[in-house]
């Protein structure tokens, strides 16, 4: 989407409100201010919104807050987050073209084994990022050379393991100036999915798929894709593996998140209790590993949908029922409690939003930051009161928000 430079924020607010098709008073209804207030904003009468209340503009507005972000110039770039230093040869093995017979194929078994312990070292390893990004450009190259490489079944496994390669590309280029490239290696690991047959790589596939939608704004093809999905895998679901089984979960977590963003609560709830339910027939000790769908993990969906509902009493209320210690991964720990940060900020308790994000950056700093919301309020934070300005701007410092 154009994100029209040349005008003013309140200009390109106005653009982007009418291609909407709202009025000033239904923005406002929208955004808890009134009509008066919108006009002030478009007219530039006052100073744009602070960023939580542009994420509330755009989701009304259904546009990626970056769209209305860049007229804040450096702040912009700091709220979107850094080009990691392994970005390059991440994206150099994603556009390798490998041909057949350049060197022999690595067996399946020994691809399956460097993939699992990719795995491992993203849910363990405290700077996550840093670790993919020594991992993942030869497993690439060497995925893409085993899809060539085999024919018949081997041919269709060699897909399905390409294709969970290209969804752990995903986790590492996601918040970084790569659009393009995102979008590249979702879409080549829906396909590759797909030509496996492997039900399993499709789910996978799905979800990160879905994820994309969502996170540029496009809400309604984020839920169409991952309903396809579910409605296809039902049935295998429910008489496949235990694996298939919380893969079909972590996609009604999904559905959930997305119709929590788009404001439909009663959607959104019920998607989540399909998804405990899912949930609940697991071993108590299963950790699905791509999606991280677990019996533990619910009560941290279900922070994560209050906050996307607005409704931030409700996920305060709910992070205080469950411990985020007991997340064995690093950044999903450090994930929700960025989220709960979020629900915090939103009853405007600094110093509990604060508290949470520095425990999320003890558990992993390099979620803290990439992060875009864990990077907006520890901004905003920085010109609170007192009692919190030092602890942000400790925190900032630590993230290489300010130096």
Do not use: C
Not at 198 to 206: C, L, M, S, V
Not at 282 to 289: G, V
Not at 306 to 330: F, T, Y
């Amino acid at each position: 989407m154009d994100s029209l430079p040349e005008l003013t924020f309140g200009q390109r607010l106005k653009v982007y409100r009418e291609r909407s098709g709202k009025t000033r008073a239904v923005l406002g209804g929208l955004v808890g201010r009134s009509a008066e207030w919108v006009k002030a904003v478009e007219t530039d009468r006052i100073l744009p919104p602070r960023i939580h209340m542009l994420d509330r503009i755009a989701r009304a507005l259904k546009i990626d807050v970056s769209v209305l972000a860049v007229e804040l110039g450096d702040r912009s770039t700091a709220i979107n987050g850094p080009e990691h230093p392994a970005l390059v040869s991440v994206r150099d093995a994603v556009n390798h073209v490998a041909f057949s017979g350049d060197t022999p194929a690595e067996s399946l078994s020994s691809l399956r084994e460097r993939l699992a312990m990719a795995w491992r070292a993203r849910h363990q390893a405290a700077d996550h990022r840093t670790a993919l990004g020594g991992l993942l450009p030869g497993l690439l190259r060497d995925g893409q050379r085993a899809v060539l490489a085999y024919e018949s079944d081997e041919r269709r496994q060699a897909q399905a393991l390409w294709a969970e390669m290209l969804g752990l590309a995903q986790m590492f280029i996601a918040y970084q100036p790569a659009a393009e490239l995102l979008w590249r290696v979702t879409d080549r690991a829906m396909v590759a999915a797909q030509e496996s047959g492997d039900p399993e790589a499709i789910a996978r596939a799905g979800w990160f798929l879905g994820q994309v939608h969502r996170d540029a704004g496009d809400w309604d093809t984020a839920m169409v894709v991952t309903l396809d999905v579910l409605s296809a895998l039902e049935t295998q679901a429910v008489d496949g593996s235990t694996n298939l089984l919380a893969l079909w979960g972590a996609l009604n977590v999904e559905a959930a998140y997305t119709a929590a963003r788009a404001g439909e609560e009663g959607r959104a709830w019920r998607y989540w209790d399909r998804a405990d339910q899912v949930a609940q027939r697991l071993p108590e000790s299963f950790y699905q590993p791509q999606t991280s769908f677990s019996r533990v993990i619910m009560g941290p969906h279900a922070v994560t949908v209050a906050v996307e509902l607005q409704k931030p009493g409700e996920a305060v209320r709910q992070a205080r029922r469950h411990d985020a210690a007991a997340i064995p991964s690093r950044p999903r720990r450090a994930r929700h409690l960025i989220e709960v940060a979020r629900a915090h900020y939103g009853k405007d308790d600094r110093e509990s939003a604060v508290a949470m994000l520095r425990q999320a950056y003890e558990s992993a700093p390099e979620t803290i930051r990439y992060n875009g919301y864990a990077r907006q309020i520890t901004l905003d934070l920085l010109e609170g009161p007192r009692s919190t300005r030092d602890d942000a701007r400790d925190l900032a410092a630590r993230a290489g928000l300010v130096f």
